[in-house]
């Protein structure tokens, strides 16, 4: 069985730039959720795909989106970067949409905005 | 404003010993609640879950507790190990709707030897 998983590891972009991050959910898994985590906060959700679409959506601005393709596997796009948009950033994958509590969490993709 | 609260951002205990973690929360919506645990470089794994319906739930070390009127629960680890050291973080969701669960700050635990 594999786990979740997220690409990059890191990186480093300047403000104002666009950025993609990209998250694999574990094996039979057809939901995933994204998470950003700012230094001493716990994780805050962005927003949920359950079967390619949108499926809940946390305080965010519409310069975060996200897709999710047909293989469950997904990902998070952020233009026009702020400083305050460095963070970690956790992609989580579940079974069934909002029928599902627990929650597989991949290590995550630190971004820092200079 | 913070709907779910930990308000040790650390704590330190000897190995053997009991850990107790808190977490507080205002939403009288919320009706499931959880912990992960997270180690460095790693993302959080689930480690135990209470529905509002209970008071208690057992698995192995741990055990969470939910006082519904206090809105309070608490994460005890007993005993306590070293590999247990990692942060951990209190989320709670509402019932119904879409999942969208609301994480608290975290406390860093430390099991010294």
């Known amino acids: 069985e594999t786990g979740v998983t997220q690409s990059p590891t890191h990186l480093i972009k300047t403000r104002g730039q666009q950025v993609t991050l990209r998250c694999s959910s574990q094996s039979g898994h057809n939901t995933v959720s994204w998470y950003q985590q700012a230094l001493g906060q716990g994780p805050q959700f962005i927003f949920q795909?359950?079967?390619?679409?949108?499926?809940g959506r946390g305080n965010f601005p519409p310069r975060f989106s996200g897709l999710q393709f047909p293989n469950y596997s997904s990902e998070l796009n952020v233009n026009a970067l702020e400083l305050d948009d460095s963070a970690l950033y956790l992609c989580?994958?579940?079974?069934?949409?909002?029928?599902?509590?627990?929650?597989?969490f991949g290590p995550g993709t630190r971004l820092t905005v200079t | 404003d913070q709907q779910v609260k930990q308000n040790s951002p650390s704590l330190s205990v000897q190995e053997g010993r009991i850990s107790i973690l808190n977490c507080d929360y205002t939403n009288s919506m919320f009706d499931y609640f959880l912990w992960y645990k997270k180690y460095p470089a790693e993302g959080p794994t689930f480690l135990i879950s209470i529905s509002s319906i209970k008071d208690k739930n057992e698995d192995g070390r741990f055990t969470v507790f939910l006082n519904k009127s206090a809105k309070h629960l608490s994460l005890h680890i007993v005993p306590s190990q070293p590999g247990d050291s990692a942060v951990y973080f209190c989320?709670?969701?509402?019932?119904?709707?879409?999942?969208?669960?609301?994480f608290g700050r975290g406390t860093s635990l430390i099991v010294h030897p």
């Open positions: 795909y359950y079967r390619e679409e949108e499926n």
């Open positions: 989580a994958s579940s079974l069934d949409g909002t029928r599902s509590i627990e929650q597989y």
């Open positions: 989320a709670a969701q509402p019932s119904g709707g879409s999942y969208i669960p609301t």
